[in-house]
């Protein structure tokens, strides 16, 4: 399946409206940045979609109607649950937050749309769909100042190294992509701290860390 932007038009409209999804990142008080939001090219022929835009639309709500922090994890989600984002949200409900952490939870992108496929298939492509704004969006949010967690894990980290080389964003960044140590950054008292991406496995030996830490500054 090659890696694009997401046709469905209406998802489309609603991540350029809330390119985000769960808590609005400026309450939230922690992010987990990631590069896209994947969905199955399928999804919105299906009539599950009224469940991913219910979702995006607020993300919060949804958590505590249905007890669970995002819609491929419903009993009722009708795609296959091996791809397509589902890994990610999978393992992250490992984490043993409940809907009571939902106020406190975002989820941001680099990219301000959604996408199907996979991105190493076209690099090249999911640089040229970056929005400068939403990236100068991401960087002031960094910046703030307002104790905020991000979690990113090292392939988003590489990503705004790459970025930050060509457009005026991510300045703060001191990370070297070959490093071998866990990357951590405090920028105005807000924290950048490296994981693995929650769609690899390697996320289980961090799922205790990632959870104490949050559960930490409640």
Same mark, same amino acid.
């Given at each position: ?76 989600? @009708? ?74 894990? #090292? ?6 190294? #790459?970025?930050? #080389? ?10 070297? @992509?070959? #490093? ?39």
């Amino acid at each position: 399946m090659k890696f694009q932007k997401h046709p469905a038009k209406k998802l489309v409209e609603l991540f350029r409206k809330r390119p985000f999804q769960g808590q609005h990142p400026e309450l939230a008080k922690i992010i987990f940045l990631s590069s896209d939001a994947n969905y199955s090219p399928e999804i919105s022929n299906h009539s599950f979609f009224e469940k991913i835009l219910e979702y995006q639309a607020d993300g919060v709500a949804f958590w505590k109607r249905y007890g669970c922090h995002h819609p491929f994890l419903l009993e009722s989600y @009708p795609f296959n649950k091996t791809k397509d984002g589902v890994p990610f949200h999978r393992n992250f409900s490992k984490l043993g937050l409940t809907s009571a952490h939902a106020c406190h939870i975002s989820f941001l992108e680099l990219l301000d749309v959604p996408t199907i496929g996979n991105k190493s298939e076209d690099r090249e492509l999911f640089f040229d769909l970056l929005s400068l704004e939403h990236l100068r969006y991401i960087h002031s949010l960094i910046c703030s100042g307002e104790n905020k967690l991000f979690f990113v894990s #090292r392939g988003v980290l590489r990503d705004m190294a #790459r970025i930050k #080389r060509s457009l005026p964003v991510f300045e703060f960044l001191n990370n070297n @992509p070959c #490093r071998e140590n866990q990357y951590t950054q405090t920028i105005h008292k807000n924290q950048i701290i490296e994981i693995y991406h929650f769609s690899s496995t390697q996320i289980h030996s961090q799922i205790h860390e990632i959870s104490t830490k949050i559960k930490s500054i409640f």
